[in-house]
């Protein structure tokens, strides 16, 4: 048995000689515990305290010295043992997974090749040509069957033809397949163009009003178009003599669609104004 070729043939003998000294301490201890501190005897206590301190730290002192004296012998021995034991089961080990690894490795290769070129050509078949293989992120593993790993290959195609097939219902199917395309998520395409073309539109409606409300702006009011028109009528009319030109200063306040209704009235009218 190997418990039987590595032995142990000596070992430090300590242990009695720390039985007889602790009933030395033992004694010391009790005699110094024992004692009533007061302000007589204090100054006894301190010294008893600090006889106590130096012994310990004097037995604290040889006990690192053994542990040393104790750990030398196993150090030397670990060293050995390294060298002729644990260093060539470790070498053996490496060298021997390098190998199995090497095998392996090549085994797992050549079946993710395999599942690779079933993936290709259930792509082709498909016509599916914007996806690859590492898109599907396949776990290829030597316990793996080929099955389970080419059923993960079909299933991934056939969630991309079931999106495409949705896709094609889509009123903007061609943008929605370039975001498709990007993502491989068709809920998310869907969305992004939905959500695009309802701000398109709504910017469009936005403009439209705007440039309604500016198209009316510059019409004059209906119920001011009677008295508009006979001041036009009657500024406009032919004059049977020369008239002095005169200047005629006024505030107007109105709101603003007034304002620019006045404003078209006088130029229209042919009025010079400031």
Not at 94 to 121: G, R
Request: charged share 35%; proline share 1%; net charge negative.
């Amino acid at each position: 048995m190997i418990k039987d070729l590595i032995q142990i043939k000596q070992l430090p003998v300590i242990e009695e000689q720390l039985k007889s000294v602790s009933k030395i301490v033992d004694e010391r201890v009790k005699n110094a515990t024992s004692l009533v501190c007061t302000e007589e005897t204090v100054k006894t206590v301190k010294e008893l305290r600090a006889s106590l301190n130096k012994d310990y730290k004097e037995f604290e002192t040889r006990r690192k010295e053994i542990k040393e004296n104790i750990l030398a012998p196993y150090m030397q021995f670990e060293e050995v043992y390294k060298e002729c034991i644990s260093d060539k089961f470790k070498n053996a080990d490496n060298e021997l997974k390098q190998k199995i690894d090497s095998v392996e490795n090549d085994l797992k290769a050549k079946k993710e090749q395999d599942v690779k070129d079933y993936f290709e050509e259930y792509k082709i078949a498909n016509n599916i040509d914007f996806v690859t293989y590492e898109q599907a992120r396949i776990n290829v593993t030597l316990t793996a069957s080929m099955k389970s790993l080419k059923e993960q290959a079909k299933g991934f195609i056939d969630k991309i033809i079931d999106d495409l097939s949705l896709i094609q219902t889509q009123e903007y199917k061609d943008e929605v397949l370039v975001e498709y395309k990007q993502t491989l998520n068709v809920s998310s395409s869907i969305q992004m163009v939905t959500n695009r073309h309802k701000a398109l539109e709504e910017e469009k409606k936005k403009q439209e009003e705007i440039e309604r409300k500016l198209s009316q702006s510059v019409i004059i009011p209906t119920e001011q178009n009677s008295y508009a028109q006979q001041m036009q009528e009657t500024l406009q009319a032919p004059v049977k003599e020369k008239q002095e030109i005169l200047t005629l200063k006024f505030t107007v306040k109105a709101n603003r669609t007034k304002l620019k209704a006045l404003k078209q009235f006088l130029e229209n009218g042919g009025y010079e104004y400031e």
